[in-house]
């Protein structure tokens, strides 16, 4: 759930970016979307891939630890009861 939540956010802030360079430099949806991916400076899309792709790691993470507890704690019920 929460890496779902991961990629919403992600989309929905790709997208509120796209729609601010529409109303400013006066582009169409896909000339923003182009300038997004390929404007930035080199440091600054690794910064921003890596800022990415560390949220998606853990988001993942906490989704399985999320997933392991609940299994262990139905697994400690069906015991108990």
Known sequence: ???LA???LIL????L??????SLF???FFEAMINIIYSEIAIGRYI???GAALGLIS????DFRIHRSKKESNADE???G
């Open 26 to 28: 006066e582009f169409t």
């Open 6 to 8: 991961y990629f919403l």
């Open 48 to 50: 921003a891939l890596f």
């Open 1 to 3: 759930m929460v890496t």
């Open 12 to 15: 929905l802030l790709t997208i």
């Open 17 to 22: 970016i796209a729609l601010f360079d529409m």
């Open 78 to 80: 069906r015991t108990l």
């Open 59 to 62: 988001s993942v993470i906490i």
